[in-house]
C-alpha cells in the first residue's frame, strides 16, 4: 500500500513538473503578439522565411517585422511593453527572456536597421536596466525606464533627403542613454540625441521636427500605493495616423491611459499608432 501511494505521489509529481516545463516551452522565444497591422507588414525569421503579419500572429525572438512606406505594426510584448513600427521600417526582435518575473534573466534586445519605432517599455528593464538595449546604427541605447521614439536615417532613404543620415533618439517621459565608442549622453524628456556615425559622440540637438513632434513635460501623479505616496511619470500616449506623404510623427492628445488601442472597424483612416 505504502509502495503504491509513493508511486501515486511520485507521477503526480512528474505530471506537475511536465506541465511546468510544457508552460515554458510554450512561451519560449515569443516576445509579443501583433496587436495592430496596418497595410503590408511582413515578418521575416532567421531562416529567412517570410509572411504577411496579421492582426493576432506571434512575433519571436530574432524574427524581423518590415513596413512598407504607408504601413505600420502595434505589437504588445509579454512583459507589457508596447512598439510601434513606424512606415518603411526594418526593426529586428534579437533576443527576448523573460518568464513573469523580474529575476535578472530577462532582456529584451532589438537592432533598429531602418526608419523608426515608438516604444513603451514593459517590465524588463525596470529593475536590471542593462537589460533592455536597442542597437541602433550608429548607437546603442539604453533606458532608464521610458516611452521614447528612435529612428536610424540611412543613406538613400526617403528620410535622408529632408534630414541628415545617423541615429536620433528622443524621449518623451523618462529617460534613455545614448553611447557610441567615443561616449555617451542621457536624453531627458522632450529631448533628442543624435549619433551621426558610431565613431562620433553623440550629441543633444533640438528636436527634429521633421521626425517627431515636442510634447508638453508629464505632469506627475500621486500614488498612494507601494511607493507611498510618492509621485510616478504619467505616460502619454499618442494617437497619430500615417499620413501618405510626411515624414512620420506624433500628433498629442490630451493625456491617455497606457491601454492596449482598440480598432475602429467603422473608421474609414487607417488603424491609429502610439
Same mark, same amino acid.
Given at each position: 500500500m505504502?509502495?503504491?501511494?509513493?508511486?501515486?505521489?511520485?507521477? #503526480?509529481?512528474?505530471?506537475?513538473a511536465?506541465?511546468?516545463?510544457s508552460? =515554458?516551452?510554450?512561451?519560449? @522565444? $515569443?516576445?509579443?503578439?501583433?496587436?495592430?497591422?496596418n497595410?503590408?507588414? =511582413?515578418?521575416?525569421?532567421?531562416? #529567412? =522565411?517570410?509572411? &504577411?503579419?496579421?492582426? @493576432?500572429?506571434?512575433?519571436?525572438?530574432?524574427?524581423?517585422v518590415?513596413?512598407?512606406?504607408?504601413?505600420?505594426?502595434?505589437?504588445?510584448?509579454? %512583459?507589457g #511593453?508596447?512598439?510601434?513600427?513606424?512606415?518603411?521600417?526594418r526593426?529586428?526582435?534579437?533576443?527576448?527572456?523573460?518568464?513573469?518575473?523580474?529575476?535578472g534573466?530577462?532582456?529584451?534586445?532589438?537592432?533598429?536597421?531602418?526608419?523608426?519605432?515608438? &516604444?513603451? +517599455?514593459?517590465?524588463?528593464?525596470?529593475?536590471?536596466?542593462?537589460?533592455?538595449?536597442?542597437?541602433?546604427?550608429?548607437? +546603442? $541605447?539604453?533606458?532608464?525606464?521610458?516611452?521614447?521614439? *528612435?529612428?536610424?536615417?540611412?543613406?538613400?532613404?526617403?528620410?535622408a533627403? $529632408?534630414? !541628415?543620415?545617423? +541615429?536620433?533618439?528622443?524621449?518623451?517621459?523618462?529617460?534613455?542613454?545614448?553611447? +557610441?565608442?567615443?561616449?555617451t $549622453?542621457?536624453?531627458? !524628456?522632450?529631448?533628442m540625441?543624435?549619433?551621426?556615425?558610431?565613431?562620433?559622440?553623440?550629441?543633444?540637438? !533640438?528636436?527634429?521636427?521633421?521626425?517627431? *513632434?515636442?510634447?508638453?513635460? /508629464?505632469?506627475?501623479?500621486?500614488?498612494?500605493g507601494?511607493?507611498?505616496?510618492?509621485g510616478?511619470?504619467?505616460?502619454?500616449?499618442?494617437?497619430?495616423?500615417?499620413?501618405?506623404?510626411?515624414?512620420?510623427?506624433?500628433?498629442? /492628445? !490630451?493625456?491617455? *491611459?497606457?491601454?492596449?488601442?482598440?480598432? %475602429?472597424r @467603422? &473608421?474609414?483612416?487607417?488603424?491609429?499608432?502610439?
Amino acid at each position: 500500500m505504502k509502495a503504491t501511494k509513493s508511486i501515486i505521489v511520485f507521477l #503526480g509529481v512528474l505530471l506537475t513538473a511536465c506541465l511546468a516545463l510544457s508552460g =515554458q516551452a510554450a512561451y519560449a @522565444g $515569443i516576445a509579443g503578439h501583433a496587436q495592430f497591422v496596418n497595410g503590408s507588414v =511582413q515578418v521575416t525569421n532567421a531562416a #529567412g =522565411q517570410a509572411r &504577411a503579419m496579421q492582426k @493576432g500572429d506571434v512575433v519571436h525572438e530574432s524574427d524581423t517585422v518590415t513596413t512598407a512606406r504607408v504601413s505600420s505594426a502595434q505589437i504588445k510584448m509579454r %512583459d507589457g #511593453g508596447l512598439i510601434a513600427v513606424r512606415p518603411d521600417s526594418r526593426l529586428r526582435f534579437d533576443s527576448f527572456v523573460f518568464t513573469g518575473e523580474q529575476d535578472g534573466n530577462e532582456k529584451s534586445f532589438f537592432s533598429l536597421l531602418s526608419g523608426g519605432f515608438r &516604444a513603451v +517599455t514593459g517590465l524588463i528593464g525596470q529593475k536590471n536596466k542593462s537589460n533592455y538595449r536597442i542597437f541602433a546604427g550608429a548607437s +546603442t $541605447i539604453g533606458i532608464r525606464g521610458t516611452d521614447h521614439e *528612435t529612428f536610424v536615417v540611412v543613406p538613400g532613404s526617403a528620410l535622408a533627403v $529632408i534630414v !541628415p543620415v545617423g +541615429t536620433y533618439n528622443k524621449v518623451n517621459t523618462g529617460e534613455t542613454v545614448m553611447t +557610441t565608442s567615443k561616449g555617451t $549622453i542621457n536624453i531627458l !524628456p522632450n529631448q533628442m540625441g543624435f549619433a551621426a556615425a558610431a565613431d562620433q559622440m553623440p550629441q543633444l540637438l !533640438p528636436v527634429n521636427l521633421n521626425l517627431f *513632434t515636442a510634447v508638453p513635460s /508629464p505632469a506627475l501623479q500621486g500614488n498612494s500605493g507601494a511607493t507611498g505616496g510618492a509621485g510616478r511619470e504619467s505616460t502619454v500616449v499618442d494617437g497619430a495616423v500615417q499620413e501618405q506623404n510626411t515624414a512620420p510623427g506624433n500628433v498629442v /492628445p !490630451p493625456p491617455a *491611459t497606457l491601454s492596449p488601442i482598440t480598432e %475602429d472597424r @467603422g &473608421a474609414t483612416a487607417p488603424p491609429k499608432v502610439f
